[in-house]
């Protein structure tokens, strides 16, 4: 069974960065968007990020926006996240999804979480002085 495996969380200090990945050796990721999520404790899962397996613009939260950036490196099989700037709000365990539909990512699109499946474990990310 297909699950994507998210590293490169931990424990930073604000204002330092993480560099997320988010891989399956069993799944090709090219032929798929491929979103980030998070949840926060206490908190519902929200879509952070997704990019395309078209060349269309990927998507950012408003919360991330100038401080995250999502790419792909297809002949790693890997999409990346890289969190700069890292606020104590910032913490959650974040997840990396498929979506199935091939639905494209859009600047102005929030992922929709029902189209994404092979959810990982997570990987944790704390920002805390």
């Known amino acids: 069974q297909v699950h994507f495996v998210e590293s490169g969380g931990g424990l930073v200090q604000p204002g330092e960065s993480l560099t997320l990945s988010c891989t399956e050796p069993?799944?090709?990721?090219?032929?798929?968007?491929i979103g980030w999520f998070r949840q926060a404790p206490g908190k519902e899962r929200e879509g952070v990020s997704c990019i395309s397996y078209r060349d269309t613009s990927p998507y950012y939260a408003d919360s991330v926006k100038g401080r995250f950036t999502i790419s792909r490196d297809n002949a790693k099989n890997t999409v990346y996240l890289q969190l700069n700037s890292l606020k104590p709000e910032d913490t959650a365990v974040y997840y990396c999804?498929?979506?199935?539909?091939?639905?494209?990512?859009?600047?102005?699109?929030?992922?929709?979480?029902?189209?994404?499946?092979?959810w990982g474990q997570g990987t944790q990310v704390t920002v805390s002085s």
């Open positions: 999804a498929a979506n199935l539909m091939r639905s494209a990512c859009y600047p102005s699109v929030t992922p929709n979480q029902h189209e994404y499946e092979y």
């Open positions: 069993g799944f090709t990721l090219d032929y798929y968007s």
